[in-house]
């Protein structure tokens, strides 16, 4: 069965410092999509980003990029020069091709930002 | 446009008690999703409708929750006999789909924040 692990409960940096979310997946489908979200205090969750299993290229956009790397089945979120306003809960989610299209998500990772 | 509505926001029951929470989803998406996060967790998957296709209930944690949907519109999920440990947020999400496409971006819902007295 599909499991997503995000070992980092809760992260605090001081403004301007980078950040880097980790994010490990389970699954035995060949074909699957990766997905990050954000849950600021406000509650609603935010899309961040999809890749799927084929597409091993790195992103960046703007201040945010990921890593993802098949051969540690990790789906990494960093962020550069981190800012107050993004503080928030971020859950790393995985939908299976043949497991039906539901999001199995990570515990998530409170991350704080001081001033 | 309209984003996902969920009502009520908050709903406060005495255990025992059945509770009914709502879904609008975006117009024109035809698949929608319900989850549940419990204070502090991730979200778990409850259940999912695409179109006319027969319900995926395979998140469902007994037979005391159910959901309907009517056509591709709007979707109510019922609890049963409420438990405390039905205390949580629910979370309505939609998504347009292409051919039953699983890697369309869910839009989730504010969600209905439930507290099970």
């Known amino acids: 069965a599909q499991k997503v692990t995000q070992a980092q409960t809760e992260i605090s940096v001081v403004e301007k410092e980078d950040v880097t979310l980790d994010c490990v997946y389970e699954t035995r489908d060949t074909t699957y999509y990766l997905f990050w979200y954000k849950q600021p205090p406000s509650g609603e969750l935010v899309f961040l980003i999809r890749r799927n299993s084929f597409d091993e290229q790195n992103e960046i956009s703007g201040r945010y990029s990921w890593n993802f790397q098949k051969s540690t089945s990790s789906f990494n979120f960093t962020i550069t020069a981190s800012q107050v306003v993004d503080s928030a809960v971020y859950f790393c989610?995985?939908?299976?091709?043949?497991?039906?299209?539901?999001?199995?998500f990570g515990g998530g990772t409170r991350l704080m930002v001081k001033p | 446009g309209a984003g996902v509505s969920q009502s009520p926001s908050n709903k406060v029951t005495e255990k025992g008690k059945d509770v009914e929470l709502r879904c609008d989803p975006i117009?024109?998406?035809?698949?929608l999703y319900w989850y549940r996060q419990r204070l502090g967790q991730g979200l778990e998957f409850l259940i999912y409708f695409q179109g006319n296709s027969a319900p995926d209930k395979s998140g469902l944690p007994s037979d005391r929750f159910s959901a309907e949907r009517t056509g591709e519109s709007v979707s109510t999920l019922t609890i049963q006999r409420t438990q405390q440990e039905d205390s949580a947020v629910y979370l309505c999400?939609?998504?347009?789909?292409?051919?039953?496409?699983?890697?369309?971006?869910?839009?989730f819902g504010p969600g209905t924040r439930l507290t099970v007295l």
């Open positions: 989610a995985l939908i299976e091709n043949n497991a039906g299209n539901m999001l199995t």
């Open positions: 999400a939609s998504s347009g789909t292409s051919g039953g496409a699983p890697y369309n971006e869910q839009f």
């Open positions: 117009s024109g998406h035809t698949a």
